[in-house]
């Protein structure tokens, strides 16, 4: 029986006083990829930096492959995930390729320095990620989408097992949100590797996913399949907004707009 990437168990995160998650629970099998929607202020980011142990849980808890999360020393866990944030504005001071060999560092020894290995793999990481063309320019010049491919190679060089990604085609353009869009497919499709993504696109960025999970008020209000998510009154009690749904002629694929009347 295969493990699950993660398993989550009555997660509760309490921050500055004020409780941002309530009693989540949910699980990601390995392979599989999973969507993390809601309103802003629904818990999003805090879950996905709490799967990273950025953020500690006060009650509740996390498995990982097996593992309770905080039994992985920080090299381990660097090893198993890597992160892709938002674009921002990306002020570091490196040239891309040796911002993506820097992802290494949890496969250095002490007092060691990056191998031929390394550097190899770093360089495969951007061309994967589509980015070797940009491999001397500093980060800071690139555009934002091109900055976000660049973190996605960076976290491949961890050649980790399971991507997580904080509204990874936020601020991006619409070419570049269809590109992310479709390497982050490849890359699960190609790789076996596990996806996990907050995003607010509830089309492009949810109907591509194997499972959903919403949250509202740092609850779980919803988790299940995307097909599951459009049934009639769903979203709406989700984002207390009504949507319609589009399909395009000839094709079978519905398009969800916020606003008017659910049909």
Not at 116 to 144: F, K, P, Y
Not at 176 to 191: M, W
Request: proline residues 5%; charged residues 20%; glycine residues 8%.
């Amino acid at each position: 029986m295969t493990l699950p990437a993660y398993a989550v168990e009555h997660l509760s995160v309490v921050l500055q006083g004020k409780e941002i998650l309530c009693e989540v629970s949910f699980s990601v099998e390995t392979g599989s990829s999973l969507a993390i929607i809601g309103p802003n202020g629904a818990g999003k980011s805090t879950l996905l930096k709490t799967l990273l142990r950025l953020t500690r849980p006060d009650r509740g808890g996390i498995q990982l492959f097996g593992k309770n999360l905080l039994w992985y020393n920080r090299s381990d866990l660097a090893r198993l995930t890597g992160y892709v944030p938002q674009a921002g504005e990306g002020n570091v001071p490196f040239p891309v390729e040796t911002f993506v060999l820097l992802s290494r560092y949890a496969y250095l020894r002490p007092f060691s320095h990056f191998s031929e290995t390394d550097r190899q793999i770093a360089r495969e990481a951007m061309a994967q990620a589509h980015v070797e063309a940009l491999s001397d320019r500093m980060l800071h010049t690139l555009s934002g989408g091109e900055r976000q491919k660049v973190y996605i190679a960076a976290a491949l060089a961890q050649q980790p097992r399971v991507m997580l990604f904080d509204e990874a085609t936020a601020f991006l353009d619409y070419r570049h949100q269809v590109e992310i869009g479709e390497l982050t497919e490849a890359l699960r499709r190609e790789t076996g590797m596990t996806l996990i993504a907050v995003t607010h696109d509830l089309n492009q960025g949810v109907l591509r996913y194997d499972r959903v999970l919403a949250l509202k008020n740092g609850r779980v209000a919803f988790s299940g399949t995307p097909e599951g998510l459009l049934e009639k009154g769903r979203l709406e009690s989700i984002y207390d907004t009504p949507f319609r749904f589009l399909k395009e002629p000839g094709a079978e694929t519905l398009f969800v707009v916020p606003g008017g009347h659910a049909s």
